[in-house]
């Protein structure tokens, strides 16, 4: 095995910040390109199709976290045989990802082709912005495969204690799509099929840059040609970890899409508010997501080594680093949320609806970090279902029915429904520790 990544060893804390910042940068790439689009729009179109890239990137952003989801199976599954320092079984996992995901992506693509009007419809996308809205995501939909194959490749480079390179695939990706941006939306003037054009380019850019990087990788272990098929115990301990992750992140999604349908309902000005104040909070998560992977990758090498005492050590830095972080989110959008906000409207009213938004979902930034890291020690430790019960209830019991009720009783203002998000992660938290606690009292 290659010791350079090996994570069962040396200082926990310098593991976990040496793992998480480079898929900090990731993530913050990721999520900057994704902003772009928003914001090369906002410079040459008007809020139709502001809010057709917001709602449609919305939808994107849905099918690839569950795409991440799944892929997290191969992660932790080849994290653990790393620890085990079992060449053969790491091997077997990586073949068996690429014959799942490759006819996953087929399938998926296929369907949500078929589904692009309807889901269009469902998220009750202003009459104003449809047209664009179904072309985007139509583009989008055709570059699933290339999402796919990404994010597979990633999870492999993870798995075998390498956030590194992932960062270089998501920076080439980054590089090609904002320059496309310009070219196809300022250029040619092609509105939000520009947009998801640049973003599909992007990406088939990327995964041919990362299959390269595959083939001159040293990962300490040999995939050959037998392991290239389909072997079902493999998949089925893949999916057992990746499913409930998926489908966690799937239903938070939708949470997210229900809350931005209620805000599409109220009209064109509460829909773009939400449309960007979800994308700025979104890219103040990417600490806690950098860091979720990071346990879940030091957690299943150490549980695969049995070391189950480191695991537990980087849960406890991750939390720490990562509330610290989320109270410094959450004081600077009490007082400057339109510094924030602006940079993607000049809409007076757009501007004042997203500020109140904002004020009130920020403080999600606090109580999330907690659950997330949490959820990544389960999903290392193959625990993952925790992780989707947490989340389905706070879904459930807080998030939609607190921000539906909210938007009923409180129809000239955001600010009440953003409390829907930290209330529900305040749950899921609570979830979160008793679920430690439980299983930490049966081990002693």
């Not at 979160?432 to 606690?437: D, E, M, P, R, T």
């Amino acid at each position: 095995m290659n010791e350079k990544n090996d994570l069962t060893r040396g200082s926990i804390g310098k593991n976990l910040l040496l793992f998480a910042l480079p898929y900090l940068l990731s993530c913050f790439m990721q999520t900057f390109y994704g902003m772009a689009d928003l914001f090369v729009v906002g410079l040459y179109n008007g809020s139709e199709t502001t809010t057709a890239v917001s709602i449609g990137s919305q939808v994107m952003h849905m099918l690839t976290v569950i795409i991440v989801g799944f892929a997290m199976g191969t992660t932790v599954r080849i994290g653990r045989s790393v620890g085990a320092k079992d060449e053969r079984e790491a091997a077997k996992s990586v073949g068996c990802s690429i014959v799942f995901f490759a006819l996953f992506a087929v399938v998926v693509t296929a369907v949500l082709l078929i589904l692009t009007a309807p889901i269009t419809k469902v998220m009750l996308t202003p009459e104003e912005a449809v047209k664009e809205t179904r072309l985007y995501l139509t583009i989008c939909f055709a570059g699933i495969p290339f999402i796919t194959a990404y994010n597979v490749i990633s999870s492999i480079f993870r798995g075998a204690g390498d956030s590194r390179r992932p960062m270089y695939f998501v920076g080439v990706a980054c590089v090609v799509n904002i320059v496309l941006d310009f070219v196809f939306i300022g250029g040619c003037g092609m509105g939000a099929a520009g947009a998801a054009l640049g973003t599909v380019c992007g990406q088939a850019v990327s995964v041919v840059f990362a299959f390269l990087m595959m083939r001159k990788r040293d990962f300490g272990f040999r995939v050959t040609k037998q392991d290239i098929r389909v072997d079902k115990e493999v998949i089925s301990q893949i999916l057992k970890v990746g499913t409930p992750i998926a489908c966690q992140d799937g239903l938070i999604q939708v949470a997210f899409i229900v809350i931005t349908v209620i805000a599409n309902s109220r009209g064109l000005i509460a829909s773009a508010a939400v449309g960007i104040v979800e994308k700025l909070i979104g890219f103040m998560f990417l600490v806690p997501s950098a860091f979720l992977s990071a346990i879940s990758t030091i957690t299943a090498q150490n549980m695969g080594a049995d070391k189950p005492e480191r695991a537990r050590a980087s849960l406890r830095y991750g939390i720490i680093i990562t509330v610290c972080w989320g109270i410094l989110c959450a004081l600077y959008n009490q007082f400057l949320p339109y510094t924030l906000v602006g940079l993607f409207t000049k809409d007076a009213a757009v501007l004042a609806a997203g500020c109140a938004y904002m004020r009130s979902y920020s403080v999600d930034t606090v109580f999330a970090a907690v659950h997330f890291c949490f959820s990544g020690y389960f999903c290392g430790d193959q625990k993952s279902v925790i992780s989707f019960i947490h989340n389905i209830t706070s879904i459930l019991l807080i998030r939609i029915p607190g921000a539906y009720f909210a938007s009923i009783c409180f129809p000239d203002s955001l600010y009440p429904m953003g409390w829907a998000a930290p209330l529900g992660s305040l749950l899921s938290a609570l979830i979160c520790i008793g679920f430690y606690v439980h299983y930490r009292r049966k081990d002693v």
